[in-house]
């Protein structure tokens, strides 16, 4: 089947130019171009978003996104709009209440260690290249708690932090954001919220690459005689990618989709700025002006998978086709999701896509090149060329004039991801067996279509940015975005087998 989504994938528009053509080298933008995005987004700035209409954020009701807007509740201080007083991510705080060590311990050391550091790791020479030196203090502090040395590591992140700083190249950073342990967050701590994240989500194609391939895979495989088409969604958060979905199976004549939210526990770290209610109303406002009927409902993972093992001793419905969706770690959501809960729902959709028809899509956008059986040096090196790219590709999209906005965003959506607790513990599940890609056993490699990869390829402009996009995996079932040649996110989508 020819991909249909792009064509209803809503083109977000900015003081009416596309905003792809910001997919460019900084040294391309015009005069007129700079305008639109001026000065940490100027008080002239606005954003056409399109996917509820004029619904979610009327353009004639909402606040402009400016500099005033995005600023003004970090207080004077930009570089740390975060205090003590907040909480973790779920995998920090899972990972803080074990017995096992932290890799960010309190520092026991002497001047002579810190001397013999700063000669075996910089040879001595004052003048070595910044970056060079962090890079080789970083793959160190990796080695040193791979191998337990809690001293070691406690005495290289002291040096590490005195050489960084929030408002230096991508790879300070990233060092600056483990230095002072990236894994806390805010609840609240911009009034403007929804500006910031449209900024993100549209100036960066991440989220939108992302949804985009999720949903045209999702499209590819419905068959022909599926008369319902239930979505399960691992994280429905803002709901921001099923408004074209619910269009493109309007125009393909498949008006009847369920779309399952699943609901976690108490204990789960939920968007503070986005309610399920208000979610529902908008996309059954949306689906009714496409002429498509809508259910959709808020459920445990337990309730819904009893509900469906109930309908298939019933005989069930075998028109039903199910579309299990997981993103993860994309920019613009702004929150770390438990490795446990993810889990959790793949090894659900697995148990019944053995006795339903359906697929399953998953988002990765912490995806690196690492292995199962990897050491933690060689993880944590994979991070870190993760995040460099993915904040290089932050900034290139950036006039140098725009830093402050760029610093805003950075530390409202990408500063949480940068943590040791958070990559120490991925690793460590990795190593027990807790790996995504064991959950499909049993599954089968749905290909991503040649449309798909040419369209998706386009979105990111492959060949003239320094995005790209590139298809892996035995079956062709993975389509990955990367910066510069590093992956930034992958989607894997695998089927129930026929």
Request: with cysteine.
């Amino acid at each position: 089947m020819e991909s249909q989504v792009q064509e209803q994938w809503p083109f977000f528009e900015i003081q009416g130019y596309e905003i792809s053509s910001l997919f460019m080298d900084v040294d391309e933008y015009s005069s007129s171009d700079i305008s639109c995005v001026s000065s940490s987004f100027p008080s002239d700035y606005s954003v056409q978003f399109t996917c509820f209409e004029n619904e979610l954020l009327p353009l004639s009701e909402m606040e402009e996104f400016s500099l005033e807007n995005l600023m003004e509740n970090f207080g004077p201080d930009l570089t740390d709009p975060f205090d003590n007083n907040m909480y973790e991510s779920e995998e920090a705080s899972s990972f803080s209440q074990q017995e096992t060590w932290s890799p960010t311990p309190s520092i026991k050391s002497t001047e002579a260690t810190i001397e013999m550091m700063q000669f075996t790791l910089l040879g001595g020479d004052t003048k070595t290249d910044n970056n060079l030196g962090l890079l080789h203090l970083l793959k160190a502090y990796g080695a040193a708690v791979e191998n337990d040395q809690r001293d070691l590591a406690g005495v290289i992140m002291a040096r590490v932090n005195g050489k960084v700083s929030p408002v230096g190249e991508p790879l300070e950073r990233v060092a600056f954001n483990l230095s002072e342990d990236g894994g806390y967050t805010k609840k609240e701590y911009c009034t403007h919220f929804e500006e910031a994240f449209r900024g993100i989500y549209e100036l960066f194609p991440s989220g939108r690459f992302a949804h985009f391939a999720s949903n045209s895979i999702i499209i590819d495989a419905i068959p022909s005689d599926a008369q319902l088409i239930h979505i399960v969604d691992f994280d429905i958060g803002e709901a921001i990618q099923w408004p074209a979905m619910i269009e493109t199976l309007a125009k393909i004549q498949r008006p009847m989709v369920k779309l399952t939210a699943i609901k976690w526990g108490e204990d789960y770290n939920a968007s503070p700025h986005w309610n399920f209610a208000e979610t529902k109303r908008r996309l059954s406002d949306h689906a009714k002006a496409f002429g498509v009927k809508l259910e959709i409902k808020e459920m445990t993972i337990d309730e819904f998978a009893s509900e469906m093992k109930r309908m298939k001793k019933r005989g069930g419905d075998q028109k039903e086709w199910l579309a299990f969706n997981c993103m993860v770690s994309l920019p613009h959501m702004g929150r770390e999701r438990s490795s446990n809960l993810i889990q959790e729902f793949l090894h659900m959709a697995k148990d019944l896509l053995m006795n339903f028809q359906g697929i399953v899509t998953f988002g990765d956008g912490d995806a690196c090149e690492t292995t199962v059986n990897g050491t933690f040096s060689s993880f944590f090196e994979g991070r870190l060329a993760h995040y460099q790219a993915l904040l290089e590709s932050m900034e290139s999209n950036f006039p140098a004039r725009l830093a402050e906005a760029r610093m805003a965003l950075e530390s409202m959506f990408v500063r949480q991801y940068i943590s040791t607790h958070v990559w120490y513990q991925k690793w460590a599940n990795m190593t027990e067996g807790i790996a995504f890609l064991g959950t499909t056993a049993g599954l089968e490699g749905q290909r991503v279509s040649r449309d798909t990869l040419t369209e998706a390829k386009e979105l990111v402009r492959d060949g003239v940015s320094l995005y790209g996009v590139r298809s892996e995996g035995s079956s062709e079932n993975k389509i990955v975005l990367e910066w510069n040649g590093t992956p930034l996110v992958m989607i894997s989508t695998w089927r129930s087998q026929s």
